[in-house]
């Protein structure tokens, strides 16, 4: 199992202005960068937008191996949901976050994980991100909500240097792999994995919109819709897609991220 330490990290206020019923909170607990590959707990840098542990995390928990792959991904149009993998795209961009599962064919919050080569100078990175989709109550059982509202380029926030997550010696922590099942999943596809200097420091954005399986009544199809632009940097980073539910067969959890691996990948990088 992935080893870490505890995370601190400085937190930029939501700008979501959404009104909305928050999940029963359950009994806090320590905030952990990467604890374990699995089953472990993830402080968002802007604040979880439903915080359902009362400390700005999400806990990530993946069931099985190859599970939670096949319902969201990452892509360029509206009109293709399976998506595909993207790469040098530029500093500034467009992409959709889709949701192809069948029940109940949602999930409640889209989660950014950004990452920059490990020796990269974030000294003047300053990554500033909207977003568009659907938000909605939190349902008491696993379901398709009644009703959403869209909102519309919503300010997630401006995000720099200091919100790369950090160890408790406030050193910034970098490494190959990402959180799922697997001990070693990548960060992009085609990442060599025994190439142990291809490190990432990565901070996780919480959007509070959530993902709605393809509906052409919907605007987007029901895609959430992220803008994205990167200024004081010029070199290589990358996107991943996680997302959380509070209601789920894992429970309240993050159990869903885009497939970097095999047949069906998708993701989304800058620069290679």
């Not at 202005?17 to 806090?28: E, G, Q």
């Not at 990452?115 to 990554?127: E, S």
């Not at 869209?150 to 910034?172: A, K, M, R």
């Not at 919480?206 to 509906?215: A, E, F, I, V, W």
């Amino acid at each position: 199992m992935k080893n870490g330490k505890k995370a601190t990290v400085l937190k930029v206020a939501m700008a979501l202005a959404v009104l909305l019923m928050l999940a029963a909170c359950i009994a806090p607990v320590s905030a952990v960068l990467f604890a374990d590959n699995n089953q472990t707990y993830i402080e968002m840098a802007n604040g979880a937008f439903y915080d359902p542990h009362g400390n700005d995390t999400y806990y990530f928990n993946f069931s099985k191996a190859g599970g939670g792959l096949k319902a969201i991904h990452i892509t360029n149009s509206t009109t293709n949901s399976a998506g595909a993998v993207y790469t040098n795209q530029g500093l500034n961009g467009t992409f959709y976050i889709s949701d192809t599962s069948k029940d109940p064919g949602c999930s409640d919050s889209a989660i950014l994980m950004f990452g920059v080569p490990g020796g990269a100078d974030t000294t003047n990175l300053a990554l500033n991100i909207t977003a568009s989709g659907y938000n909605w109550t939190l349902t008491p059982t696993i379901m398709y909500p009644p009703s959403v509202t869209y909102y519309s380029n919503v300010d997630i926030g401006t995000f720099g240097n200091s919100e790369f997550l950090t160890d408790d010696d406030d050193y910034l922590i970098d490494c190959t792999w990402r959180p799922y099942f697997d001990e070693n999943y990548p960060m992009y596809y085609g990442q060599n994995m025994t190439n142990t200097s291809d490190t990432y420091k990565v901070m996780f954005l919480d959007t509070g919109l959530g993902t709605l399986k393809y509906n052409t009544s919907l605007t987007n199809n029901g895609m959430i819709k992220i803008d994205y632009g990167i200024t004081g940097y010029n070199g290589r980073a990358l996107f991943d897609i996680y997302t959380w539910c509070n209601q789920s067969n894992q429970g309240k959890s993050v159990s869903w991220t885009n497939r970097v691996t095999d047949t069906g990948s998708n993701g989304w990088t800058i620069g290679f």
